[in-house]
């Protein structure tokens, strides 16, 4: 058991000294504000709370956040909140872990994809998932007026989009369902 929380105290170290670093880079303004989810004026009803299936591509996110605990395959709760900014305002990351997604590829088949380092926000409306993180972790987002936006690694589309209002989202499947 000490183990198990020394490990659990030494990633969500780790995850703090990242945050802190982008802080100080990306946020000098406000030195307390440590992520950013930027969906607002997005085409969609704002007044309820997404699916949990549906993930919300957004250039504007610095992490991948979602509302729902129940999505998460490892889960590492904080001692202490980080705050996200958002367009409601300040809210509370309580937690860290990762995701696994079920998205549609190019040629129509399904493929697990693992979302890394999820900041779990309850108070959020959707899932939010980050192009820049995307990008850092070697992805490639393509945004074409006639192929669509499609999610890319060493070339090949592993990830698919459909619109959603204004936005895009993934093209995942709930229930064997493709949405």
Not at 27 to 49: E, L
Not at 63 to 83: G, I, S
Not at 127 to 141: A, K, P, Q
Request: glycine share 8%; charged share 25%.
């Amino acid at each position: 058991m000490l183990g198990e929380t020394s490990g659990i105290e030494a990633q969500e170290a780790a995850i703090r000294r990242r945050f802190h670093a982008y802080t100080a880079s990306h946020t000098a303004s406000d030195p307390h504000v440590i992520r950013k989810a930027s969906i607002i004026g997005n085409g969609i009803d704002t007044m309820s709370k997404g699916h949990p299936d549906h993930w919300i591509l957004d250039s504007g996110a610095s992490e991948h956040f979602t509302p729902y605990r129940h999505l998460y395959r490892r889960y590492f709760q904080f001692k202490d909140t980080v705050d996200v900014q958002t367009a409601k305002g300040k809210l509370d990351g309580i937690s860290v872990g990762s995701i696994n997604v079920t998205v549609i590829d190019r040629r129509g088949n399904s493929r697990m994809m693992e979302l890394k380092n999820v900041l779990h926000v309850p108070e959020m409306d959707s899932n939010l998932l980050s192009s820049n993180v995307l990008v850092d972790n070697g992805f490639e987002v393509s945004m074409h007026p006639t192929k669509g936006t499609n999610i890319l690694k060493d070339n090949n589309i592993v990830a698919t989009t459909v619109s959603h209002g204004k936005i895009k989202r993934l093209k995942t499947i709930t229930n064997g369902i493709i949405e």
